[in-house]
């Protein structure tokens, strides 16, 4: 499959009148996304923003190709998402996109190297090569000094460094951010946020922040508000927010 960077399509992520329901024909049925349209550019840095219940930890399973919506269309760099076959989807989310969770999602007892070299194992890249990527990744993060730590041994700001290389471990094309500085206190949150801030400046990646907070919403170029299921609310950031909301 292409790398979907190299699709050609201005819009990278294109969610046309998405709909998700749970406990589809039941008595209980809950439809929580009601006909969603977002548009996302590449090399753009977009954020979803949502009180706890909003949706947008459903989106970000629907943007990261984790689930299919109920209705509507999904076209990630041009591929069709919703009739995309299974071998198809894991094989996007392994190159294309990078995930990174509020909660590290490492591997516990393994080492920072090889937490990075991991989806590089999984895509089939050769052990010299998936090594000497690792260690520039996790000296890109400031991790270099941390490489043969094993997670457990780490704070949870090197844990989520650990995973921000790890994400860009196949050079996606896609950064998907769900609450990446939620469980971290402000100093070591600044430092997540400024390395997505030269991600996106310098390798012009494409950086889908999902976060309740507006305060760091206000560092994106454009702010997506999500309420009950609905947008309610966007907004472009024309001189990006304050880069000091942690601060």
């Not at 969610?15 to 439809?31: A, C, M, Q």
């Not at 089939?124 to 270099?144: D, H, I, P």
């Not at 941390?146 to 950064?175: F, T």
């Not at 971290?184 to 400024?194: A, E, F, N, Y």
């Amino acid at each position: 499959m292409a790398d979907i960077l190299k699709s050609g399509n201005k819009n990278i992520i294109e969610l046309h009148d998405i709909v998700k329901s749970f406990f589809i024909g039941k008595p209980n049925e809950l439809e929580i996304l009601h006909g969603i349209n977002i548009n996302i550019k590449e090399g753009e840095f977009a954020s979803i923003v949502g009180e706890s219940g909003s949706g947008k930890s459903t989106i970000m399973n629907i943007i990261g190709a984790l689930d299919k919506p109920t209705a509507g269309k999904y076209y990630l760099g041009g591929i069709d998402i919703c009739n995309a076959k299974d071998k198809q989807l894991s094989e996007i989310r392994n190159k294309n996109i990078g995930f990174v969770f509020q909660t590290y999602n490492l591997v516990a007892r393994s080492t920072a190297i090889s937490n990075v070299e991991l989806p590089m194992l999984y895509a089939g890249v050769t052990k010299g090569k998936r090594n000497a990527r690792a260690k520039e990744l996790l000296e890109m993060v400031g991790m270099q000094d941390r490489m043969q730590h094993k997670s457990d041994e780490l704070s949870g700001g090197q844990k989520q460094r650990v995973a921000i290389a790890r994400a860009m471990a196949n050079d996606p094309s896609i950064i998907l951010a769900d609450e990446p500085t939620g469980a971290l206190d402000s100093k070591t949150g600044r430092i997540v946020m400024d390395i997505f801030h030269e991600l996106n400046e310098k390798q012009k990646k494409t950086i889908v922040l999902i976060t309740h907070s507006m305060e760091l919403a206000k560092e994106t170029d454009r702010i997506i508000t999500l309420k009950d299921g609905i947008i309610t609310g966007e907004k472009i950031n024309d001189g990006r927010g304050d880069k000091n909301a942690y601060i």
